[in-house]
């Protein structure tokens, strides 16, 4: 639901800081840079005040200014614009939206008589490809514009609700794995939120409420309403036929996009939420290679996102698979809003997902104290307060670490004598030395506590008394469950539902590890049968897989009968 008002006190003016925007952000290119680009586009003039592009266009284009300059704009939260920065002579306009194609956050507008080069979205795909200087000026400064909107999010997009609540971490959740900046203001505590819920008439059952550009309002949204309404979704072609359909962003996922459309194939991925998987779950992942300092699992997803787009490829969000049609060539991915994608290859990357508890109350305290990611997000709800986290895993202690920075003690619970089993042996020492984090072994939850809202943990552990903890925060990261219930009996499952795969028979060319009984349906990461459950493991696979998918693309050339 949707409705349009005005409530100006959501924002205030965009601070300085964002405006002096260091030289890496706004770079200028040189004149022999500049003329490297012309080939690229086309001259084109604007009269002072004209808009070059708007806030929500789609496959806007790309402007290097040769004389005059244009004003970037965002939204001021209430239904007017702030000034961000300037662009001026061999300057340019764009950040990450222009890469992908999907609705741009912020305007374009000439203040004087402008004289620019416009290059279409393909062409500065090609021009990244081809000019490589000038590519990486290109997208580093992409990357850092947005850096800063999100860093100095004002009025463009506001969440308003109990940051408690379970659907407005959901929100939340979403616009941060897609890289959207916004603001969240909290009814329990936020004196400008509460007035927020009385100019728009909003009362507890319905929120949380998302207020766009300080006009527009969308009630209790799902994350495909809000992807919609600000575009981030992706205008699918229903006639066009894909190389290479990918299902999940996770790593495994975003490996293979990454490598198939630098290999020149045409390349989609589908993904439920948005990058990252189950790894955009980790605070600081620090045995990955080449990342000595650690990164974060979301921000390795955007990477790996920016990478895939650098080539070419399309990303679906907010649209999962709901059914994988394997009885026809080529291949048809329905998708739950309705849309069908077609693909020559399949490569299922939709991983893994954790357990629940098998305690009664669990559910009644699902997105009320039970997590299931340990991000910034969940982090500022444990500030000063005890939490529990359940697992053994590296995610789990990865979360315990991150949680004892702001939580006052972290109690991380596992069933088995310890921890070297199952956990990397960084983490292990960093868990026992920590004066923040209690390891219990052998022990196991046996009820929670709480009304509207988790309020208390019971856990026993064996031999020893129950122990009951005031714990309004619950992280649990035990087991995996296959996220394979939308392939419909497509592939071969083993009996704890992970994707069989190795697979030669049926006209396969050659032997894949990835190969599932389906020719020309591939399966990497966590949702494949024994694999590593490691994020350098499923790269490893994402990108591996690709040599496969060419052997079979040969096996299975296009024609005029391919589709039917």
Request: aromatic residues 6%.
């Amino acid at each position: 639901m949707a409705e349009t008002a005005q409530f100006s006190t959501l924002s205030s003016p965009v601070s300085a800081t964002l405006r002096e925007i260091p030289g890496e952000a706004f770079p200028r290119l040189t004149p022999e840079m500049v003329a490297r680009i012309v080939p690229f586009g086309r001259e084109d003039r604007f009269d002072g005040g004209t808009y070059l592009y708007e806030v929500g266009d789609r496959e806007v284009d790309f402007f290097v200014i040769l004389n005059g300059s244009v004003d970037v704009l965002e939204s001021d939260g209430h239904g007017g614009h702030a000034l961000i920065a300037t662009h001026r002579e061999n300057q340019f306009t764009g950040e990450l939206h222009h890469l992908s194609g999907r609705a741009v956050l912020v305007c374009g507008r000439a203040t004087v008589s402008t004289s620019v080069i416009r290059l279409s979205r393909a062409s500065l795909l090609r021009l990244v490809s081809a000019e490589q200087d000038i590519g990486e000026i290109i997208l580093r400064s992409f990357i850092l514009r947005r850096a800063r909107l999100l860093e100095h999010a004002e009025g463009g997009t506001v969440v308003v609700g109990n940051c408690r609540a379970g659907d407005t971490v959901r929100i939340q959740t979403f616009l941060e794995r897609n890289g959207y900046p916004y603001r969240c203001l909290d009814t329990e505590t936020d004196e400008i939120a509460r007035a927020a819920m009385e100019t728009f008439h909003a009362d507890a059952d319905s929120l949380p409420i998302v207020v766009l550009n300080g006009v527009r309002v969308l009630t209790r949204p799902t994350n495909r309403d809000l992807a919609e309404a600000l575009g981030i979704t992706e205008r699918l072609n229903p006639s066009h036929l894909y190389d290479v359909v990918v299902v999940g962003a996770g790593p495994s996922g975003l490996a293979a996009a990454v490598y198939a459309a630098s290999e020149g194939l045409d390349t989609l991925i589908v993904e439920a939420v948005g990058p990252g998987g189950q790894a955009s779950t980790s605070s600081r992942i620090e045995n990955y290679l080449g990342f000595p300092m650690g990164i974060s699992g979301q921000d390795l997803a955007r990477r790996a996102q920016i990478q895939a787009q650098k080539f070419g490829a399309r990303f679906v969000v907010a649209d999962a698979a709901w059914r994988l049609d394997c009885t026809r060539y080529p291949f048809a991915v329905q998708l739950e809003g309705g849309n069908v994608v077609l693909g020559r290859s399949v490569v299922v990357a939709t991983g893994a997902r954790y357990r629940r508890l098998d305690i009664p109350e669990s559910q009644r305290f699902e997105g009320k104290g039970i997590h299931y990611a340990a991000t910034s997000i969940e982090a500022q709800l444990c500030e000063g307060t005890e939490v529990v986290v359940v697992g053994g895993g590296n995610s789990a202690g990865q979360a315990a670490v991150f949680l004892s920075a702001q939580a006052r003690h972290v109690h991380l619970l596992v069933r088995g004598d310890g921890l070297s089993d199952t956990m990397s042996e960084y983490l292990i020492d960093r868990i026992l030395l920590s004066p923040r984090i209690t390891l219990h072994t052998r022990s196991e939850i046996t009820s929670l506590l709480g009304d509207n809202y988790l309020a208390g943990v019971r856990w026993q552990q064996h031999g020893n008394e129950r122990s009951e903890r005031p714990i309004s925060n619950l992280f649990l990261m035990i087991g995996a469950v296959p996220n394979t219930d939308w392939l419909d009996g497509c592939v071969e499952l083993d009996n704890r539902g992970f994707i069989l795969t190795g697979y030669a028979e049926n006209g396969m060319p050659g032997n894949s590890p990835y190969a599932t009984s389906i020719p020309g349906v591939f399966a990497v990461g966590d949702v494949r049968a024994k694999s590593v459950k490691r994020v350098a493991s499923g790269v490893g696979e994402g990108s591996v897989v690709v040599h496969a998918i060419h052997s079979w693309l040969a096996s299975k050339p296009v024609s005029r009968e391919t589709i039917r």
